[in-house]
């Protein structure tokens, strides 16, 4: 299985919960895991699985997980599975705004990805 997770991460939290899932999917022959600002379009060819993952900044992802939903085409993802996480500092503030998984899963089923589930965590 080829699978693809893309983070953005402030504080660490992210890119260690991509780590995570990254060593539970399988050997570093069959998942990658990159920083979203190390992302080459190409890297997206050939997927089974694609993981997005980010911070919840005011309800959203990252302006770099943002601005990489926006980039990405339709034709890039359509019928590759995915699947979206979040990282968060506080419970209060994600009920005001919301979270940042649910809107990236939204953007890449838009894209054309099948998504079957949205993945959160929480840190304090």
Do not use: C, W
């Amino acid at each position: 299985m080829k699978v693809l997770i893309i983070y953005d991460s402030v504080f660490g939290n992210t890119e260690q919960i991509a780590q995570a899932i990254g060593n539970a999917l399988g050997s570093k022959k069959d998942v990658e895991i990159l920083r979203v600002s190390n992302v080459k379009p190409e890297q997206l060819t050939g997927l089974k699985l694609l993981i997005v993952g980010s911070p919840t900044h005011g309800g959203r992802p990252t302006p770099a997980i943002q601005d990489f939903l926006n980039k990405v085409s339709e034709p890039a993802i359509r019928g590759i599975n995915v699947a979206a996480f979040d990282t968060r500092f506080s419970t209060r503030l994600v009920r005001i705004f919301g979270y940042a998984a649910g809107r990236i899963a939204d953007s890449l089923k838009r894209n054309g990805g099948t998504s079957h589930s949205v993945t959160r965590r929480f840190f304090s």
